[in-house]
């Protein structure tokens, strides 16, 4: 044997590993009869449903944890656990049959601590208030008379099936329809429960009615809306539901990116995945996305229909972060409630801190925050300590911030009146591909699992079958 040929052998020899043998074999070629695409509340559930009907799944996540918009905040000094993102589910047969399956706990969810209070303060400009104008006892008659409205528009509880012409309340900012149904009490204490608005005011009130829905206000009026697992970590629904999946037939891949999705198969798709266990490609016979649907998100793994990027394009979102927060100054079993005496209801113009709340532990609060645009990450964090500094002078810190935008997914409201989410509906099934998550039906957990089933479901297993 020739030197050079040799030494090339030796090299070979050297560098080969089982690794780089199978990557030069391609990707392992996974069948499976549904792929989904994002492992928040609507992929996750949909994945353990179609489970539950013997059908096999593979679920994609880009994070390390399934949960999405869940963050469970793990104290590292006494173990405590508290809720920073999703928090609450409506008391409802859907969410106990759902837990029950996966054999969490629920318990009654009576806040973030007992017997939490409030304090109130203009923040921008570092003052304590009294306050909001409205009594509480305001609140109750407001909350009922935005329930009677409410009871107008049955078909807003399932997803976007609108009847036209749009009723003009619907379309009234809901600033304007508070003040025509005597409903501002329910403006301003549900404010800081409804995140994500840029300005809620201004908001469509068909928005405003998908958001904080009949579930939503039967369940403040019975004091008896929401639970959380009894562990304290919404977390443990995912962690467990993972394990689940992963029992039979199913694969879950997390911390995986998406580098390309072929829909030009005569039947099927497959999807083209790189994960911490190597190269995969998922030929599936249907495909669930589950991720917010804006041209950001789809278009660097997959190539938009028309139709798909005609709606796409047209969806706005707002921004939202949440954070725990050291030091703030906040009293430890207070929440504080932002206001700003100058503005319509004293709610206060976005960007800015909309909602806190007292956790188990002492020095520890999570603050909410929200703004209509784009806002770096450190500049959220500095204004939210700015803003507890300015009042409280206490060293506030910021100890974890989560980004979780894009959020609220809107259209205008032109658009809304031309039929924009008839348009949007009938994607669905189009190229083998179904579509959930909150875009498709609000952000509310309870509501997207009540869309799966109602709505998702039925779709995928009719064509399943179509398929024999
Ligand atoms: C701070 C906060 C608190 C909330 N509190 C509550 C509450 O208490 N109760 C309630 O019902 N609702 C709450 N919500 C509303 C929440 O938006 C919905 O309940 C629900 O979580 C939305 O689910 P989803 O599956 O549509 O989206 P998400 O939960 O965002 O799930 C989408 C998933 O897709 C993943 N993903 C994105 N892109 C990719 C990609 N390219 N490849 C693979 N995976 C990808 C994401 O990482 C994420 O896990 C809260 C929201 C926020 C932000």
Not at 253 to 278: A, C, K, M, Y
Not at 408 to 413: G, K, N, S, Y
Request: proline content about 6%; overall charge neutral.
């Amino acid at each position: 044997m020739e030197l050079r040929s040799l030494v090339t052998a030796l090299f070979a020899l050297l560098f080969w590993t089982p690794q780089l043998a199978a990557s030069r074999a391609g990707p392992e070629v996974l069948h499976r009869d549904v792929c989904i695409i994002g492992g928040g509340a609507a992929g996750t559930h949909a994945a353990i449903r179609l489970q539950q009907k013997s059908k096999s799944v593979t679920l994609i996540e880009k994070e390390a944890l399934l949960g999405g918009h869940i963050n469970t905040f793990l104290d590292p000094r006494t173990k405590a656990a508290f809720e920073y993102g999703v928090a609450v589910f409506n008391n409802v047969s859907l969410v106990r049959d759902y837990f029950d399956y996966l054999q969490v706990p629920l318990k009654s969810f009576t806040g973030w601590v007992p017997n939490a209070t409030a304090v109130y303060a203009d923040l921008a400009r570092g003052n304590d208030l009294p306050g909001p104008t409205s009594n509480m006892s305001d609140f109750l008659p407001a909350l009922n008379s935005y329930k009677a409205q409410l009871e107008k528009y049955p078909y807003l509880a399932t997803g976007f099936h609108l009847e036209y012409p749009i009723p003009e309340d619907l379309l009234l900012p809901f600033g304007d329809f508070c003040k025509k149904y005597d409903t501002r009490a329910v403006a301003q204490y549900l404010f800081p429960s409804n995140g994500g608005y840029g300005n809620l005011l201004a908001t469509p009130t068909l928005y405003l009615m998908k958001q904080s829905s009949m579930d939503q206000v039967q369940g403040i009026l019975t004091n008896d809306a929401v639970n959380n697992a009894a562990r304290g970590r919404n977390q443990a629904l995912h962690e467990v539901a993972r394990t689940r999946l992963e029992k039979n037939r199913n694969d879950v891949f997390v911390s995986s990116r998406i580098t390309r999705v072929d829909r030009t198969g005569e039947s099927g798709v497959v999807v083209h995945i790189n994960t911490p266990r190597g190269k995969k490609a998922i030929r599936a016979s249907k495909l669930v996305i589950a991720i917010p649907p804006t041209l950001s998100t789809l278009t660097p793994f997959m190539d938009l229909t028309n139709d798909e990027y005609v709606h796409f394009r047209q969806f706005n979102n707002s921004y939202l972060w949440a954070a725990v927060v050291k030091n703030s100054g906040i009293p430890t079993t207070a929440s504080l409630m932002n206001l700003d005496p100058a503005a319509p209801l004293q709610i206060p113009a976005m960007p800015q801190i909309y909602g806190t709340t007292p956790t188990p532990i002492k020095d520890l609060h999570v603050v909410w925050y929200r703004s209509p645009h784009l806002v770096p990450d450190w500049e959220v964090k500095s204004h939210i300590e700015e803003d507890f500094n300015r009042l409280y002078g206490r060293g506030a810190e910021v100890v974890v911030l989560k980004n979780h935008s894009p959020y609220l997914l809107e259209v205008a409201l032109d658009s809304v009146q031309a039929g924009f989410y008839d348009g949007l509906n009938r994607l669905q099934e189009k190229w083998d591909t179904f579509w959930t998550g909150a875009a498709w039906k609000t952000n509310d957990s309870t509501a997207i699992w009540k869309f799966n089933e109602e709505v998702l479901l039925p779709m995928i297993l009719a064509s399943l079958k179509g398929r024999g």
